[in-house]
């Protein structure tokens, strides 16, 4: 537990004059004193805003989870500032949550570099890698010494600070490779500097989708990664920080989306926007399960005649379900994977159905001779009568549990073929065809074993 | 979609001696040149590997996904050698795939520094932040000045490579701040290195809980942080790499857990891997399926009476289902805020309760509505008794949606509160919760209004 905050909004109320303030302050990180600020007054706050350097300010700013409110309590020209002295990517997130009339008030403000590299990064996508990466990188010119080298970067830490790779760029802007800022440190001076070139990094281009090439960029666990137009020419970084919220993200969106939520929700958001993200697919689910409503109709005479067999619906039912999401959480962190071939995919369908044939064999087992002995025992039927009961519910499940392992990997591979994210279209199909297949093979088992 | 290791394995065959073999794989960037040899022949990669330094060779396995089968090709202390050139955490997370004996040979011929490193890592728990950390860090005594501290930064940069922040310790060896090396290299020479020196750096002690630290170091955002023992001595790093792989990993376990599997899995686990892994929540659930159905027996004359009541239960069942599964995972994400207070807590509970309500009184005018056309035209009731059935259903839905709400939130809060993993033990508990409360209020409702 990270209580620091806690303790420096104590600290810095007890102080009296702006020095010892600014000294307390100057002891804490930066994540330390934003948390700070959310627990503080208006008044408090904007004391400690007259009292800092916007660049100190800016990165305070960074680390607020939602920093529009402490934006309105600057004027426009100071928030302008602000913004100027950030990350690009930084400023971008933080004109996002903006009205549109104050973003609009900022962005006129800003320094000239800064608007040319906000605009830029406003003008991708959200789910395009264009719209993550940072213009705060050191390039240097092919064919410099060593030493030129060097001096190149010290003279450009002033104002970027990714240092750890230096970019290479050749005589038409085009990118031409990386140094490790390690080797160029333990190089001689007169080493040549072509030698410590990698011309073999890796990279990306900036209308990438996100989902598309976050695999590769966690696969090459570079620090930073460069962002390239089509045709070559280096536009930004995608540094590490930028890379774990990037994994958060797309994590945070496949468990949402597994959860039924068409995206993460969190504790800021209100009851209206949360409804929104969730009803979409309770309505889907809505008619699907009256489809299967309607099956489960047709079998209204076999409940007549034999009324007990509605006891075990619910858990042929569940079982399926769960299976049936087992396989597909599986399925679509596996397709993650862009390489997979298609002898790969037979290879995860033909083993989900043996996970599925053997767990369903198990518990189909296990059903069979528990709900047999309950049956016969709390329900005053013979053993026969009880075993041909219990015996339709393990023939169920192993029935139910084999096609749903098969449904919730087919079912999946299908969208992503057709190229619709598999993680928001399965679920509720995957779930409809499961019950309806649970459905007749349990009804129809009954009809045909116990009534016929 | 990363291709790259197939263009390089067809280069790699058509290329006729070792020169030419190792000139173009200087072309490649290692993580390609791990790709390539999971392609490969065993003796095809047997040549590859007496063409490499032992040093690109771990730096080509640490990029391998399943180690243990390349480290076999290998003699023991050519394997030995690699190891001992990996970072320290890469060469634990290696041997951990390798079966006892193999890794035994390893590691008693290790290189003595190696060695050293290796013990103390593989002596922490896996969800230890110990067990994540690397020993490949640079680090000065306080005191020195900028020249000194810079010279002793490219002495130690040959064989440490996570330059980009400098530890400072103080007299007895304790961590005493970290120094931006772009901070150092902007630096002049008669500057005071002690200006420069972050004291607010952020760290982790060796024994903390993953789970327990991830929040705040993806909070802190730096490069690296690091690992200190209890009384303060700094034993390692967790780099931005590590940083990615744990949010993936601890992300990916939520993903899981949420799926009702016991952990995340792969296209390369066997069949009885994969088993073991999702069996014992069907067993929980199955066990508890037959609690909720021996609940819907005692409804056995109701559905005897009106036998159409059964159509609707697995939609009511559905629903309060999902509802729960949105209310768990939104509950899980939150809960992971260590600083969370209780009246945060409640507002959630709260929030919750509002959307199902909401949500539920609109799904439940929609299926009272619509059930009730359907009842009336298809199956033949008049409209009164077709609206008294699709009111059930409805007003069950209301129901069973609000108090699935409630059951999701409060559910694993409690099992956080006693610190019992709620990603783990909330799921089997709420969905049988659920059906209970669905099914009662369901069979109730239409024993209550439709019979008595």
């Not at 990165?59 to 004027?75: G, K, N, T, V, W």
């Not at 789910?127 to 993550?132: A, L, V």
């Not at 705060?136 to 600070?161: F, H």
């Not at 009256?290 to 005479?301: A, N, Q």
């Amino acid at each position: 537990m990270n209580k620091k905050y806690l303790e420096l909004t104590k600290l810095i109320r007890s102080k009296q004059n702006d020095h010892e303030i600014l000294k307390c302050l100057s002891n804490y990180h930066e994540n330390d004193i934003a948390d700070m600020l959310t627990v503080m007054t208006p008044k408090e706050r904007k004391r400690i805003y007259t009292l800092l350097e916007p660049q100190k300010i800016a990165e305070i700013f960074a680390y607020l989870d939602e920093p529009q409110i402490y934006f309105s309590e600057l004027s426009v020209k100071d928030a302008a500032k602000v913004v100027s002295l950030m990350d690009s990517d930084d400023a971008v997130d933080v004109l996002e949550t903006l009205d549109d009339k104050k973003k609009y008030e900022i962005v006129e403000n800003l320094d000239k570099a800064a608007i040319k590299d906000v605009k830029m990064l406003l003008s991708y996508d959200d789910d395009e890698i264009g719209s993550c990466m940072t213009t705060n990188y050191i390039c240097i010119p092919k064919g410099l010494s060593v030493r030129q080298a060097m001096s190149e970067l010290v003279r450009q830490a002033g104002t970027n600070d990714n240092i750890s790779t230096i970019y290479v760029l050749d005589e038409s802007l085009k990118f031409a490779g990386a140094i490790d800022l390690k080797d160029l440190i333990i190089a001689r001076k007169h080493d040549v500097l072509d030698d410590i070139i990698v011309r073999s990094y890796p990279s990306v281009t900036d209308h990438e989708k996100i989902d598309d090439c976050m695999e590769k960029i966690m696969d090459y666990s570079e620090d930073s990664i460069p962002v390239l137009s089509q045709d070559g020419h280096m536009l930004g970084v995608i540094t590490s920080e930028d890379i774990v919220e990037i994994v958060d993200n797309e994590m945070g969106e496949d468990y949402a989306k597994l959860a039924g939520l068409t995206a993460e929700e969190d504790l800021k958001e209100t009851t209206a926007q949360s409804m929104k993200k969730r009803l979409p697919w309770l309505i889907i689910l809505l008619f699907l399960g009256m489809i299967v409503s309607s099956v489960v109709g047709v079998f209204e005479h076999v409940v007549a005649v034999l009324p007990i067999v509605i006891c075990f619906q619910s858990l042929v039912l569940d079982m399926a379900g769960n299976v049936g999401t087992q396989s597909l959480a599986v399925t679509i962190r596996v397709l993650m994977d862009e390489t997979l071939t298609g002898k790969q995919k037979l290879f995860l369908l033909v083993k989900e159905m043996k996970i599925g044939l053997l767990n369903g064999g198990i518990l189909g087992i296990m059903a069979l001779a528990l709900l047999g002995i309950y049956i016969h025992l709390f329900k005053g039927y013979t053993w026969i009568g009880a075993f041909g009961i219990s015996g339709c519910v393990g023939i169920s499940l192993l029935v139910a549990m084999v096609i749903s392992s098969l449904v919730g990997t087919v079912i999946p591979m299908f969208f992503h073929k057709i190229k619709i994210d598999p993680a928001v279209a399965s679920g509720p199909l995957i779930t409809t065809v499961n019950d309806l297949v649970a459905v007749v093979t349990y009804y129809g088992l009954a009809f045909l074993l116990l009534i016929m």
